[in-house]
């Protein structure tokens, strides 16, 4: 088993930034990539950027791609999300995820085992 655990949310003027962080414990050897999802109300979960463990190979949905940098420590077995340029559009619940398997896509959640409880990221003026 892997625990993750994001901390980092809150509230952000458009225009401002935001850093999340997701730090993963238990079983880590394990791990081949992570990733950040978000979840606005209403809406389905939706992939935002992914990170592979050992390379840092990195994926990114169009949307944030110049405005959010997936990151990794693996000495420190966190993976972070710096978001810039936020917009209100931004605003979800943001998740983080790890999956042990290098198959499938990086874009669906289903291809990813263990889960973070999520933190708020609200973008308002």
């Known amino acids: 088993q892997v625990q993750l655990v994001e901390t980092g949310g809150g509230l952000v003027q458009p225009g401002g930034s935001l850093r999340l962080s997701c730090a993963a414990s238990?079983?880590?050897?394990?791990?081949?990539?992570m990733g950040w999802f978000r979840q606005a109300p209403g809406k389905e979960r939706n992939f935002i950027a992914a990170?592979?463990?050992?390379?840092?190979?990195?994926a990114y949905t169009n949307s944030v791609k110049g405005r959010f940098t997936i990151s990794r420590d693996n000495a420190k077995n966190t993976v972070d999300l710096q978001m810039n340029s936020l917009k209100p559009e931004d605003t979800a619940v943001y998740y983080c995820?790890?999956?042990?398997?290098?198959?499938?896509?990086?874009?669906?959640?289903?291809?990813?085992?263990?889960w973070g409880q999520g933190t708020q990221v609200t973008v308002s003026s």
């Open positions: 990170i592979t463990w050992s390379s840092g190979n990195t």
């Open positions: 238990g079983r880590t050897g394990s791990t081949y990539a």
């Open positions: 995820a790890a999956r042990k398997s290098p198959s499938g896509s990086f874009y669906y959640a289903t291809y990813y085992d263990y």
